[in-house]
């Protein structure tokens, strides 16, 4: 790794790590001299105590919500590619199947949660489902915009040569939508942790939202805000493995971007 690389990994790490010690310092503050109560606004560092005590509970309802969140990102992935290809493919299937994509972004999930637990029950299968239904919006979107960012003339040069429609989809429109991909998939994968802690809030048997749920119920703020932590660090992890991915199966594109800042 040389000094422009390690320069540029340096800032991308140093700059979060102060402007959260930053804010965590100001909630210090503030929580120690608001007057107000431990049990209205516990400072950070009674949350990590608290957090910390209760730490086999949080990974016992941690598990949960980790493994809602996978299988329902996983069953947007599929949803996600099928729905592009089959966008990509007609440009009728665009006009008719575009408009219900939309729409199911617009269902109020507040009302559909509730609706997915008493049509499949308390078990797994709502929640994946609710995941799903939040992500894979974006990685459907991502991939048509990235169809559609082929050159026309390079397409037109595949069928001169004789390329048939799956041929010049399997090396030319499908490379070329795979930085889009990782952007969706990037957007995504924010929700997935948030929209499993909410389905669980409309009703399960174990996870963070139901642990939330119970801590608010008892008055303890601390390991309310402990599973809030818990949540994000989940995000962040989930979201740093999608840079993981990209570098390792379009290791081009980084190199692209780096060129181009350099030109």
């Known amino acids: 790794m040389n000094a422009d ?8 790490v140093f700059g979060p790590i102060v402007v959260i010690g930053v804010l965590l310092a100001i909630w210090q503050w503030y929580a120690g001299h608001s007057g107000l109560g431990s049990d209205v606004l516990p400072s950070p560092t009674r949350v990590w105590q608290q957090g ?6 949080l990974w016992t309802n941690t598990v949960p919500t980790l493994q809602a969140t996978a299988m329902g990102f996983c069953l947007s992935l599929i949803v996600g590619i099928t729905l592009s290809i089959l966008i990509d493919s007609s440009h009728f299937l665009r006009q008719a199947i575009m408009p219900v994509l939309i729409i199911s ?13 008493l049509w499949f029950g308390f078990a797994l299968l709502p929640k ?3 995941v799903a239904l939040v992500t894979f919006f974006p990685i459907t979107v991502s991939l048509v915009e990235g169809y559609a960012s082929v050159e026309r003339s ?11 429609k799956v041929r010049i989809f399997r090396s030319l429109r499908w490379p070329a939508a795979m930085p889009f991909f990782f952007a969706g998939l990037r957007i995504a994968i924010t ?8 389905a669980e809030y409309a009703g399960a048997s174990a996870g963070l939202g139901i642990y939330m749920q119970l801590a608010k119920n008892s008055f303890r703020t601390d390991l309310v805000l402990a599973a809030v932590g818990v949540s994000a660090v989940l995000t962040l992890s989930l979201f740093a493995f999608t840079y993981l991915v990209e570098r ?16």
């Open 52 to 57: 910390w005590a209760a730490r086999q509970n």
């Open 191 to 198: 929700y997935a942790v948030v929209a499993a802690i909410f």
């Open 105 to 117: 972004q617009t269902l109020p999930l507040i009302a559909i949660a509730p609706l997915m637990i």
């Open 128 to 130: 994946v489902l609710i």
């Open 154 to 164: 390079t397409e037109v040069l595949l069928r001169a040569m004789g390329a048939g």
């Open 248 to 263: 390792l199966t379009i290791p081009w594109a980084r190199l692209s971007r780096r060129a181009v800042g350099k030109s």
């Open 5 to 12: 690389s390690l320069k540029s990994v340096a800032s991308r």
